[in-house]
Nanobody, 120 residues
């Protein structure tokens, strides 16, 4: 099994910044990708950013130029640096990972979610 522990959410004013962290632990042989999703009240969960085991990254259009995803492969940790935050970024942010388990199958896992609120 794999556990994802997220941190870094909170309340911030418009234009401010936050940095989310997500550390994966457990029976990990290889991490194919790590990503951040978010879900605002009354809306579907959407993909925010992904980072593969290489250096490929992708972002949803609404966060391009403002958010940066990065990985520390040695620590099995993914970060999301969020700058120039807007009220519409308010959501619960979820960490996601696609892993090859030690001696087991390839599976994906979700974090518990961390609340980000952008408000004055």
């Amino acid at each position: 099994q794999v556990q994802l522990v997220e941190s870094g959410g909170g309340l911030v004013q418009p234009g401010g910044s936050l940095r989310l962290s997500c550390a994966a632990s457990g029976s990990i042989f290889f991490i194919y990708a790590m990503a951040w999703y978010r879900q605002a009240p009354g809306k579907q969960r959407e993909l925010v950013a992904t980072a593969t085991n290489g250096r490929d990254t992708n972002y949803t259009d609404s966060v391009k130029g403002r958010f940066t995803i990065s990985r520390d492969n040695a620590k099995n940790t993914v970060y999301l640096q969020m700058n120039s935050l807007k009220p519409e970024d308010t959501a619960v942010y979820y960490c996601y990972t696609d892993v090859q388990l030690m001696g087991g199958p390839r599976r994906d896992y979700w974090g518990q979610g961390t609340q980000v609120t952008v408000s004055s």
